[in-house]
């Protein structure tokens, strides 16, 4: 029975050992240092996160393995009684440890194929023996990570991103009273005890009366950019909506502020009337009286085109219809800044193109517009840069020329692209 | 701009949601929980109604049948509320909008499902030909008595799954909770299966114990008859001994005398429980319980919904 038991633990050991060794090896492969972490229960999950880009995972599984070696532990030197509740409650715990364990595990090895471009079905190999495939992975020269080091080198912990040209840099400027005035340092978040920027250095002064597009692919941090720019996600900043300090005076500012989120986040089984009004008695003050208020939720109505079916329910409306719903909820409380995630994500070109006329009429009514939307860089510059590049006097008839033919644009967004990149190596040629 | 502009309150928000809730009443389908309740409540009076509050065996068994129906209905009736609209309330959080209005609003218009369940479940028992006890412990009626302990029992029940729905932040993820948490009300009633140890202390985490103590107080369980001892005798009436059959000569003599309820009635006093004891501090004991579970649940409902902005997007 001793005997039995030793040669167990023995086994246990002696895989440990195997699955270490072979850890260290694909650590090593996947470059950086600490590799001696794949010897430390705990840490080794650690260390293969960092590289895999999985720091929550990472965290959990962390977590758990040093769980389940204490459970070993535990086992190891103290004889239960079998027929007790504390047996029975540790034994429970050990499961729930071992089964979570063991997904996680499974995820960071199908992390590990992705990362190595191996094919799914090594995952077979790793149910049966892990430490074997680990070993395979790791001392194979066949098997090399797709990409040495860690994923978004450039947002690595501790490095700042490129600077952008023509990005004045901030800190200790002075800052307009007028307007949106940014000067955000920057926004970080802390993953695995390291810190990891999500923004850097953006200062930028943005006249009443003015209305923004915000371009940038999918992860680029547009939204990012916006949460911190309206106080909701707080970066190391200072913002200024008409001198009034957005961060400082956040519990006042935000009903200055209108926010409209890409999806169309309004109860479908309410009217479209009563939708508006009950976001206007929530954030105007309280002692408007009802008569002015209706009269602006009116307003906004007639603005938005919503005033024909208004008694109908909001889930039978169409896509268009709740864009513009959702905008009249944050347009009604006639905010100084109004911001809009991809208002025209979803919407054919027509649409889209009546929504950004509206938001132009409501830029001109001396608000700030500031609106998300996605696409390439196709210019970077100052209005009358634009008008020039464009060939066009007006932001409607920049946005007409780079809509696509069959949304009634000039369909030349490619072109633009193509010449904005080529303009720009020039002028880095030219630096260079 | 003027400095001091007040905004609507936590009461004036209140009442904004309440007025939505209700108009979504009409417009959503919340309004088929009512007839759902009162299918529910045909069946298992259909089923444990004949005894009920007429034996002990029948009460203990109807009530048990009772609180399950009250459970059922308020976890039914809230635990998607919530997560459904998460995102909703996210946005609207955001906008200016008090977590704790919302929730109160929320609690109100619960509050009269819960109320019109309890009707209804109170009018298919009468219907059913279930017999209400004649007096009351708290009020005049006992069947006020019991009204009041099925909206106390299904109002708890409502707010725990409010609560739930508050935590979790998909209604998949609600809905796969939800059978645990009837499970382990069921589990740990105390009342129908018999626990010992700690898992008779967990009892007190339920609302299924304090709902059964209080529905076979109101009932008058200590009061009614006791049914299987007689009923096990009957079954050994055949029995012969020396050539005679003693049992049912006692039978036959106790029905000639019509005793039989006497006996029963006897039989039951050995039989009592002290947790169904039908006085009004236990009958209050029972309600405050309830309550204070209730109060729990309203708490973290709020705490956990106020943590809202931490989603990720």
Redesign the interface.
């Known amino acids: 029975m001793i005997q039995q038991e030793v040669i167990n633990n023995l086994n246990i050991l002696l895989e440990w050992t195997l699955f270490s060794i072979a850890l260290q090896r694909v650590l090593r492969k996947m470059g950086g240092e600490k590799t001696w972490m794949a010897y430390v229960p705990g840490l080794r999950y650690l260390a293969l996160s960092e590289r895999l880009d999985m720091a929550k995972d990472g965290v959990v599984c962390a977590v758990l393995d040093v769980l389940s070696v204490l459970s070993v532990l535990l086992n190891l030197t103290v004889a239960f009684n079998v027929e007790s ?1 504390l047996a029975l409650a540790v034994s429970l715990a050990e499961l729930v440890v071992v089964i979570a364990l063991y997904v996680y595990r499974i995820r960071f090895f199908l992390a590990l194929i992705r990362a190595f471009d191996m094919k799914k079905r090594w995952i077979i190999l790793w149910l049966i023996a892990e430490w074997l495939a680990l070993m395979i992975i790791g001392f194979s020269k066949k098997y090399q990570p797709v990409a040495a080091g860690k994923i978004h080198e450039d947002w690595e912990a501790g490095t700042a991103p490129a600077e952008i040209p023509g990005v004045r840099s901030p800190g200790g400027r002075v800052m307009s009273n007028t307007g949106l005035s940014v000067d955000l340092r920057e926004r970080t978040v802390k993953e695995l005890f390291e810190k990891r920027y999500l923004l850097k250095d953006i200062a930028l002064d943005i006249p009443n009366g003015s209305l923004v597009l915000l371009l940038g692919g999918s992860g680029a941090g547009k ?1 990012t950019f916006v949460n911190a720019l309206i106080g ?1 996600e707080k970066a190391d900043a200072t913002v200024l909506l ?1 001198g ?1 300090d957005v961060y400082k005076d956040y519990d ?1 500012m ?3 502020i209108g ?1 409209v ?1 890409q ?1 169309n ?3 479908g ?3 479209v009337q ?1 939708t508006v009004t ?2 206007a ?7 408007m009286p009802n008569a002015v208020r209706d009269e602006k939720v009116g307003e906004v109505m007639d603005l938005l085109g919503l005033t024909a079916g208004a008694d109908g ?1 909001v889930c039978k409306k169409s896509g268009g219809q709740l864009r513009r719903i959702s905008i009249a909820m ?1 347009l009604v409380t006639d905010p100084e800044l109004f911001v809009l995630d991809e208002p025209d994500s979803g919407l054919d070109g027509v649409i889209a193109r009546e929504i950004f006329t509206k938001l132009r009429g409501i830029a001109d009514e001396g608000k700030i517009v500031i609106v998300i939307t996605h696409g390439r860089l196709a210019f970077y510059g100052s209005p009358q840069e634009a008008r020039d590049f464009f060939g066009k006097d007006t932001m409607e008839g920049i946005v007409m020329s780079v809509n696509r033919r069959e949304e009634g644009g000039e369909g030349l967004a490619d072109e633009c692209i193509e010449r904005y990149a080529n303009m720009t190596a020039e002028k880095e040629g030219v630096r260079a | 701009m003027n400095e001091n502009i007040k905004h609507k309150g936590r009461i004036g928000q209140t009442f904004i949601y309440l007025g939505k809730l209700l108009r979504m009443f009409v417009y959503q389908s919340d309004w088929k929980v009512l007839p759902m309740g009162a299918i529910i409540a045909s069946v298992v009076t259909f089923v444990v109604g004949a005894n009920l509050f007429i034996t002990q065996e029948g009460t203990l068994m109807g009530a048990f049948a009772l609180v399950c129906v009250c459970i059922w209905n308020g976890f039914f009736n809230s635990i998607q509320v919530v997560c459904r609209e998460r995102g909703i309330v996210k946005r609207e959080h955001r906008s200016g909008m008090h977590v704790s209005s919302y929730i109160m609003a929320q609690m109100i218009y619960q509050f009269m499902l819960c109320l019109a369940q309890t009707v209804i479940t109170l009018v298919i028992c009468n219907l059913s030909g279930v017999k209400f006890p004649q007096q009351g412990i708290i009020t005049a009626s006992g069947m006020f008595d019991l009204g009041i302990t099925l909206l106390l029992i299904t109002f708890a029940a409502d707010m725990m799954a409010l609560m739930v729905s508050s935590i979790v932040r998909t209604t998949t993820t609600a809905m796969t909770v939800m059978p645990f948490l009837l499970i382990f009300q069921l589990v740990f009633s105390g009342g129908f299966f018999q626990l010992a140890g700690f898992a008779k202390k967990i009892t007190v985490l339920t609302i299924s114990r304090w709902g059964l103590d209080s529905l076979c107080a109101v009932g008058r369980y200590n009061e009614l008859k006791m049914v299987t001892l007689w009923n096990t005798i009957f079954k050994f009436k055949d029995i012969e001994f020396e050539g005679t059959k003693p049992l049912l000569d006692v039978i036959l003599q106790i029905q000639e005398q019509g005793k039989v309820d006497d006996i029963l009635y006897w039989s039951g006093t050995y039989n009592t429980r002290d947790a169904f004891v039908s006085t009004a501090e236990n009958v209050l004991k029972n309600w405050g319980a309830i309550a204070l579970l209730t109060f729990i649940f309203i708490v973290v409902a709020i705490i956990a919904l106020k943590l809202i902005d931490r989603d990720k997007r």
Do not use: C, G, M, S
């Open positions: 509740r939204t909701y008409n009034a006042r935000k009903y200055r926010f989120p999806q986040l309004i109860r089984n309410d009217t009563h009950d976001a008695e929530l954030r105007l003050p309280a002692e329910l944050e």
